[in-house]
Every structure is written in structure tokens, then in C-alpha cells.
């Protein structure tokens, strides 16, 4: 009997080129992000951490081969854009120059951010913004480079984007397993976008989710409003 073939083994991780452009080198923002992080390092860094959250080595998109970084002064934090084979991302020095006092771990957070934008899936164009962003922001809070104004708050709507979606996503990984929003995104590999796509994931369509998800952001203020108020009186009495 002749022996199982094994499968091929996985291909390496497909780390695109890097190039990295500066318009204006007299900025103040080009030395903090300079003296912050090693650009090239930076921009490998925050690849792996968009491939270890979305995807495997066997799953992982393979047609970027190039990532432009660009660093000028405008207006907002960052953006990206491009073709599937060269992503150009745009990152501003004003704001560089503005969060200079914690320039690391903010760069870093921004980068990751705009790297998942290379490589996630979108359904074909028709994905909700604020679940583009908010697999973004997902990625950047499970890389533990969420800045400390963020907070989980509920509302009405779940597709708000950025923190705001990004925490509702933790809560549906957390509360259905590891993997969930890596399934999530490949799900909107070659099909375009429908709700139903977090009732086929985790057996509830996303209303549903988001109601749950605020009755626990309740729960979890009503008891520690509990527990407030009772090491106070404990305090009182001592």
C-alpha cells in the first residue's frame, strides 16, 4: 500500500515591497515618527498582525506586492487606496505631531489599522463602511494598540464603525470563538455583503447581536455601580 501523501506545505507569509516617501522633510511630525519607529520594521510589523488576526498561511490573499507609505501634512489621521497588486497609504505628519506623546504606540495602531484595509475582504465593494472599519479597529484592539480615549458603548446601530464596531466584534469573538471574525471577513471573499452573514456565524442575525451586546454593557455598568457603592459603605463602616 503506498503512503498517504502528505499536503504541500504552506507557502511563506507573502510580505509585500515597501516604499516609503516623505513630503516635507522640514516637518515636525518626520522626526517623531522617525525617532518612533523603524519604517520598514513598522510596515512588516503591522502586516503579520493583519494576517494573524484575518487569515492563515494557507488563506491569505497573495496578490499585494507593493505598500506605498506616504507621510505628508493634511488633514484627518490616514487613509488607503490603490489596485489589489499597490496599496498606497497616506498618513498624516500634522497628526503625528499632534499625538507625539505617545508617537509609538499610536503610529503603530494607525499602521495596522491602514494595513487591514490592503488586505481585507469587502464583498465585492458593497460591505457596510462601518464594518470595513470597524475589522480594522477590531484588528488594531486585538494588537493591543487601542489609544485611551476608546470606549465600549452600546447605541443604536452596530455599524457605526472604528471602536465603536470594533468592540461589538470582540464581543461576538469572545462569545463564539476564536476565529470568528477571520470567518467574517473571509466570508466576504466572493459574495457581496448580506446581514444574514452573522446569522450563518453565529445563529443570530445582528440585530439580535447588538441588543445583546448593549444588555451586557448594562449589566456590566449596573454591577460595577454595585460594587462601587458597596466598597464605599464598607469603607464607611471600617
Given at each position: 500500500m503506498p503512503p498517504a501523501s502528505?499536503?504541500?506545505?504552506?507557502?511563506?507569509?507573502?510580505?509585500?515591497n515597501f516604499q516609503l516617501r516623505i513630503d516635507d522633510l522640514d516637518h515636525e511630525g518626520v522626526d517623531i515618527f522617525l525617532a518612533a519607529v523603524n519604517p520598514k520594521q513598522a510596515m512588516h510589523a503591522a502586516v503579520m498582525t493583519s494576517f494573524q488576526f484575518l487569515y492563515t498561511q494557507r488563506t491569505v490573499p497573495r496578490t499585494?506586492?507593493?505598500?506605498?507609505?506616504?507621510?505628508?501634512?493634511?488633514?484627518?489621521?490616514?487613509?488607503?487606496?490603490?489596485?489589489?497588486?499597490?496599496?498606497?497609504?497616506?498618513?498624516?505628519?500634522?497628526?503625528?505631531?499632534?499625538?507625539?506623546?505617545?508617537?509609538?504606540?499610536e503610529i503603530m495602531g494607525v499602521l495596522v489599522h491602514e494595513v487591514v484595509h490592503c488586505f481585507q475582504y469587502n464583498a465585492f465593494d458593497t460591505c457596510p463602511s462601518g464594518l470595513i472599519e470597524g475589522i480594522a479597529d477590531f484588528v488594531r484592539l486585538h494588537a493591543g494598540l487601542s489609544p485611551p480615549h476608546w470606549k465600549r458603548t452600546g447605541g443604536d446601530r452596530w455599524d457605526m464603525g472604528y471602536e465603536?464596531?470594533?468592540?461589538?466584534?470582540?464581543?461576538i469573538e469572545n462569545r463564539y470563538g476564536?476565529?470568528?471574525?477571520?470567518?467574517?471577513?473571509a466570508a466576504m471573499k466572493d459574495t457581496q455583503y448580506h446581514r444574514r452573514i452573522f446569522k450563518e456565524l453565529t445563529g443570530r442575525p445582528v440585530r439580535?447581536?447588538?441588543?445583546?451586546?448593549?444588555?451586557?454593557?448594562?449589566?456590566?455598568?449596573?454591577?460595577?455601580?454595585?460594587?462601587?457603592?458597596?466598597?464605599?459603605?464598607?469603607?464607611?463602616?471600617?
Open positions: 502528505l499536503p504541500p506545505p504552506p507557502k511563506p507569509w507573502p510580505i509585500p499585494v506586492r507593493q505598500i506605498n507609505l506616504v507621510l505628508r501634512p493634511m488633514d484627518g489621521v490616514a487613509y488607503t487606496f490603490g489596485s489589489q497588486t499597490l496599496k498606497e497609504i497616506h498618513f498624516s505628519l500634522d497628526y503625528i505631531k499632534r499625538t507625539a506623546n505617545r508617537a509609538r504606540d465603536k464596531t470594533a468592540y461589538f466584534l470582540d464581543w476564536e476565529g470568528t471574525i477571520r470567518e467574517l471577513n439580535k447581536l447588538w441588543a445583546m451586546y448593549c444588555k451586557s454593557l448594562e449589566e456590566s455598568s449596573d454591577a460595577e455601580t454595585t460594587e462601587g457603592f458597596l466598597l464605599l459603605h464598607h469603607e464607611y463602616e471600617s
